[in-house]
């Protein structure tokens, strides 16, 4: 079988691979880019943990193929902080202590962002609306959304 040349850009950087054609994007993250920050949860679409943005839309990268990249703008959990200091929805995910294993933190980090880039100013309903793809089996979702809210007002400035 042979393999697919995707060239697209992931966290703000050209990158190519070869993948096969029914490989995941999620795989291509993990195994061939090595990023590993984006989890596996369900692999059905269903937990969130998987999140990415592509052209700044929410995709849950289980269902995507990695072949699908072709040409798009992939951000990951990665590519969230600047190598000086954290994005705000991070930081405000600490300061909630929004957390706790930790394993869908990655998901709803992304989430979260993609939510900000659109909506700066959302409101408790938005946030649980946009966040609902997600799922958390530790915390009750209220530190997160507090931290989605305060992650807002700091960064229009509030």
């Not at 294993?101 to 909506?119: E, I, S």
Request: net charge negative; charged share 20%.
């Amino acid at each position: 079988m042979s393999k697919i040349h995707v060239t697209t850009s992931v966290n703000g950087e050209e990158v190519e691979y070869l993948c096969e054609a029914q490989q995941t994007m999620l795989d291509v993250l993990r195994d061939e880019l090595g990023l590993t920050g984006t989890k596996e949860g369900c692999s059905t679409g269903d937990c969130g943990a998987c999140s990415v943005i592509v052209d700044g839309d929410v995709v849950c990268s289980c269902l995507m193929l990695g072949a699908e990249a072709e040409g798009r703008n992939v951000e990951t959990i990665e590519g969230l902080a600047a190598p000086d200091h954290l994005h705000p929805v991070q930081k405000q995910f600490l300061e909630h202590a929004a957390l706790q294993c930790g394993f869908c933190t990655p998901g709803f980090l992304v989430a979260a962002k993609a939510l900000l880039d659109r909506n700066q100013n959302p409101t408790e309903t938005e946030i649980r609306y946009w966040l609902a793809g997600n799922l958390c089996r530790c915390t009750g979702y209220d530190k997160i959304v507090r931290a989605v809210q305060d992650a807002a007002a700091e960064m229009r400035g509030a």
